[in-house]
């Protein structure tokens, strides 16, 4: 009896860790965040992860569990934005009284609302129509944030002050790590809410309408009411994003609603990984880590965002969260160590190879970029004059060597890949 009791309550642990553990480790691991990395310009990218990250995630709603792209996405993180800091300005002037930690939920409000609004037209079709309609209404919002002055601020936007207003918890939010606790408290609670709506029906029937919209309406249910209910809970999520946005920076200007903005939320969710839950979360931070750290270090950064989303959208359509899921069936058949050393000799020249593309297109720039009589510049700490012979050999070298390096290293890593993937016979899995 005390050996069925033991079975059930070790089975009853395992489906506990199962289900609420990765839950548990993110809890820990946004309130332990600030003290690993406690410098300035590192909570600024964390609070901009946070923000990025709820974005993604709700554009998913529509990209990658309903199948519906969308080039005007922005526009509800933007209305969010700036209705959360016309609030932020009602409680500066006592005309509300209410905590700045509540503020976020009336983005999501007016981001719902628009949303309905948009969504009772534009979801009675899906694929290109509801593609340009979305990037007709984005255009139209963003223009009409330059004309209604009163509601956008023009072209300097609107401002406000996130001190004001009730003490919550003795918290005024006047320094950056209060707000990335804040950040973090919402972020955790939209992304359950979130994950918890992709398990409903409701959530289900949207995969089902993303993979076969047809089959879906005939065995009896509405593929415009399933689109219809996706994008309302997309819309509001994305305006919750923007009223943490206009708490974290006080501000909102006609960028945040523009297609630049719509631009970057697709470039995250597809670099993340469109198929995957947890994918446009990692989009989100490597974006977020690009623009602020790869910035500091090189003026075109933004090339190589576009080249790496190019690259994911021909090669890995799955994102980088994809190419971690394809090496589950080699690893849960204990043959990932096979793939560690291929993996090194195609790995090292092409590292090779990129070095010398990345040395051309800097030089390149420094060339059209500096100023007349500026010759000199500096790469990886290494000094040169960019008029000088060498240095254009050299990264030509680098780039040719390496290409041809990795070629002919391609076909040794696919046939690894094979072997590493192939089923496994019966005496293989009797051994193991």
């Not at 209410?98 to 949303?115: D, N």
């Not at 890949?417 to 192939?422: D, F, K, S, T």
């Amino acid at each position: 009896m005390s050996d069925i009791a033991n079975t059930s309550t070790g089975e009853i642990s395992v489906s506990f860790a199962k289900r609420f553990g990765p839950w548990i480790v993110l809890a820990i691991g946004l309130v332990i965040m600030p003290f690993i990395f406690s410098s300035n310009i590192a909570v600024y990218t964390m609070n901009l992860m946070g923000i990025f990250i709820i974005f993604a995630l709700s554009y998913n709603m529509l990209l990658g569990q309903g199948g519906m792209l969308s080039f005007g996405h922005a526009v509800y993180f933007g209305l969010g934005g700036f209705m959360s800091v016309h609030f932020m300005n009602y409680i500066e002037y006592e005309i509300v009284v209410l905590p700045m930690a509540v503020l976020p939920i009336f983005g999501g409000i007016i981001g719902l609302i628009f949303a309905i609004i948009v969504g009772s037209f534009s979801t009675r079709r899906a694929g290109t129509v509801f593609a340009m309609i979305s990037l007709g209404i984005g255009e139209l919002i963003a223009a009409s944030s330059l004309i209604f002055v009163a509601f956008f601020g023009g072209e300097e936007g609107v401002s406000g002050d996130r001190t004001m207003g009730p003490v919550f918890f003795d918290v005024d939010f006047a320094q950056d790590i209060q707000v990335y606790y804040l950040i973090a408290a919402w972020a955790f609670i939209t992304i359950g809410l979130m994950y918890l709506f992709s398990r409903t029906p409701m959530g289900r029937m949207a995969n089902a309408v993303r993979d076969n919209d047809e089959r879906t309406e005939f065995i009896g249910y509405s593929q415009r009411k399933v689109r219809f209910i996706s994008f309302c809970a997309s819309g509001f999520f994305a305006g919750i994003a923007g009223g943490l946005f206009a708490i974290n920076f006080e501000i909102v200007t006609e960028e945040n609603l523009n297609a630049l903005t719509s631009g970057v939320v697709l470039l995250m969710t597809y670099i993340g990984g469109v198929g995957f839950f947890i994918g446009p979360i990692v989009g989100a931070v490597v974006f977020t880590l690009l623009q602020t750290v790869l910035s500091n270090h090189t003026e075109i950064w933004q090339l190589y965002v576009g080249v790496m989303f190019v690259l994911t959208v021909m090669y890995v359509p799955q994102g980088l969260t994809g190419i971690f899921a394809m090496h589950i069936p080699a690893y849960r058949m204990s043959r990932l160590g096979s793939l560690v050393v291929p993996y090194i000799r195609a790995g090292v020249p092409t590292l090779i190879m990129l070095s010398g593309i990345v040395g051309f297109l800097e030089m390149i720039h420094h060339v059209r970029a500096a100023a007349q009589g500026e010759h000199g510049m500096s790469l990886i700490g290494i000094e040169f004059s960019t008029h000088a012979v060498m240095p254009w050999v050299v990264v030509c070298v680098l780039a040719a060597v390496g290409a041809v390096a990795t070629k002919t290293q391609l076909p040794q890593l696919r046939e690894a890949w094979e072997e590493a993937n192939a089923p496994m016979q019966s005496n293989e899995g009797a051994s193991s």
